[in-house]
């Protein structure tokens, strides 16, 4: 079959839910039996989200093969429950830095480098790699930003070249745009939609369909006044009011007939009737009255909480895994250092102390993991969480007064948590880190074997630092029990605490591989410990 195309663009603000609809349509479709891919566009200049702050960018998602991409990735991961590759993200940085090595390099054979044909040219080749590398049926493709933005032009150029190439009945243009209200008369407002429609217009390109968001009801009538103003189609406005649960997102789609209007204007037929009914069970269970299990999140961009984005959905998994309704407090590590936030650690049925870098913060990290060691609390650490689990246990129970990883304190006499030695010759700080899928071998009648349940598993690294084995012999002697190695037993992949109701921590980030309908043991162990504490 042809390769379809669904091109999605954001109109008036960012931030209206592009990614999640686009992930949410996906899953619709492949309920209907057709193999998806996705990918997205990030119009920024950076070659990858890697070495951006999350305040900027919020959580950097990592792929199975190491790309370090956008958080929507994650969203078509949850949604979709498909593992994507590098080809899935790419951004203007990427396009721009092979274009120019190519033009160093002479491969223009003295042309004039342009953005139409050579940077259109270059996006386009890296738009065709992914149903090069998938096969798929129907690729998902997501422009980052908002229509009318400088950045995103070529983008759409693109786009607009493409369609002539794969057939205009083979694309659909899918524009998702925000509806603002006036406050004093509550009345919703299509003018900017209308505004950034008619920008979309300018460059060649007309929506097929429209998905119209806003926090409140919309009106039948309002959806005909923008068919009729932006020229589409009275049954391709889609009026999508804010869900209450994420998770309720691709239920509601369903009900506007959003996947059947799809197939329709592809000219594709379902294969397969969509079984909705695990997604309608798993919101139902969601909107339950359950008990509330409380856990304080140890951070550092805790202002942002989209820079923890896959820590708190692995959390709603395991708390629905659980029954359990989850609370986060979000805690500023930097706080607990001046004693400020202590009040809101000792209330919480648990402490997660998540991935970060940099010494800002650390100490406060430590701070935690010392409390939930010494009070029976349960904690999880993810990478750097896992890191300060260490430290702290070689402080003070080995006693080792100035333990801190060279991360921190580079002439610290105990590095605890140390660079591996393939990792000290490096200066570039884009992409060199331990990155991607790895095997981990984990020791049998431990807590994260009994977690997991199988012998090995494979996850998802982000981290340049290890634990030192210099230490290792006398870390077990007290207590500390390294229950998941490299299938070489070099690396310490998970550690935990044996007299603990459950302290575990994993060099690993288990965040990236927890799904709605799969939640993640690690996660899911946590929430369990909490919720017996809790004592519900
Ligand atoms: N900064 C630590 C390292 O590089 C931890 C990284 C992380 O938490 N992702 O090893």
Same mark, same amino acid.
């Given at each position: %079959?042809?390769?379809? *195309? ?15 609809? &686009? ?13 998806? &891919? ?10 990858? !989200?890697?070495? %951006? ?42 396009? *721009? ?67 002539? @190439? ?25 003018? !900017?939609?209308?505004?950034?429609? &008619? ?33 589409? @189609? ?27 209007? %799809? ?44 820079? *923890? ?15 359990? @309704? ?52 349960? *904690? ?64 049998? @009648? ?91």
């Amino acid at each position: %079959m042809t390769t379809k *195309y669904l091109f999605f663009t954001g109109g008036v603000v960012s931030s209206v839910g592009k990614g999640v609809t &686009a992930a949410a349509t996906g899953l619709l479709l492949k309920e209907r039996g057709f193999k998806v &891919a996705v990918q997205k566009l990030d119009p920024y200049i950076n070659v990858d !989200p890697g070495t %951006m702050s999350p305040y900027q960018h919020g959580e950097v998602y990592v792929l199975d093969d190491g790309a370090e991409t956008d958080l929507d990735l994650g969203h078509y991961e949850r949604f979709i429950d498909i593992r994507l590759s590098r080809v899935s993200n790419f951004t203007t940085g990427q396009v *721009y830095a092979e274009t120019i090595a190519k033009e160093r390099r002479g491969d223009y054979l003295g042309g004039t480098i342009q953005v139409i044909p050579h940077i259109t040219n270059e996006i386009k080749r890296r738009i065709g790699l992914v149903e090069k590398e998938t096969g798929a049926e129907i690729v998902i493709l997501e422009v980052g930003g908002t229509v009318g933005d400088i950045e995103s032009q070529p983008f759409l150029e693109a786009l607009r070249q493409l369609r002539n @190439e794969v057939g205009r009945e083979n694309c659909l243009f899918v524009h998702v745009t925000w509806l603002p209200v006036i406050g004093a008369t509550g009345e919703i407002k299509t003018k !900017p939609t209308q505004h950034s429609v &008619a920008a979309l217009r300018s460059i060649g390109i007309s929506p097929n369909v429209i998905i119209a968001r806003a926090d409140q009801d919309i009106e039948r009538s309002l959806c005909d006044k923008i068919a009729l103003f932006c020229d589409v @189609e009275k049954d391709a406005v889609i009026p999508m009011k804010t869900a209450s649960v994420l998770y309720e997102v691709p239920l509601l789609l369903e009900e506007l007939g959003v996947g059947e209007l %799809m197939l329709n204007k592809l000219g594709l037929k379902a294969t397969l009737e969509p079984d909705m009914r695990p997604w309608r069970k798993l919101v139902d269970e969601v909107k339950k009255e359950k008990p509330t299990v409380n856990v304080a999140l140890v951070g550092k961009y805790v202002e942002l909480q989209d820079a *923890y984005m896959s820590v708190r959905e692995a959390l709603k998994h395991a708390a629905l895994a659980n029954s359990v @309704e989850m609370s986060i407090s979000w805690v500023h590590s930097a706080d607990l250092e001046k004693d400020k936030g202590w009040d809101v650690v000792k209330r919480a049925d648990a402490v997660l102390v998540p991935g970060g870098f940099g010494s800002r913060g650390v100490e406060g990290k430590i701070l935690a993991a010392r409390y939930a060691r010494e009070n029976n609390v349960p *904690y999880l650490g993810l990478c750097l969480g896992m890191q300060t689990m260490c430290i702290e246990f070689a402080r003070n129970v080995l006693d080792h007064e100035d333990a801190n990883s060279s991360e921190f304190d580079r002439s610290t006499e105990h590095p605890v948590i140390d660079l591996m030695l393939d990792q000290r010759s490096i200066t570039d700080m884009g992409g060199t880190m331990r990155l991607g899928l790895y095997p981990c071998l984990l020791q049998p @009648e431990t807590k994260a074997a009994n977690a997991y349940a199988v012998p090995s598993v494979e996850e998802r690294h982000r981290h340049r630092f290890e634990f030192n084995n210099a230490y290792r012999t006398e870390f077990e002697k007290h207590g500390m029990v390294f229950s998941g190695l490299s299938p070489d037993g070099r690396l310490v992949e998970i550690a935990e605490l044996k007299d603990h109701p459950y302290m575990v921590a994993s060099q690993f980030h288990p965040e990236f591989l927890s799904r709605p309908m799969k939640p993640h043991p690690l996660f899911v162990g946590l929430i369990k410990a909490a919720k017996e504490k809790a004592g519900k």
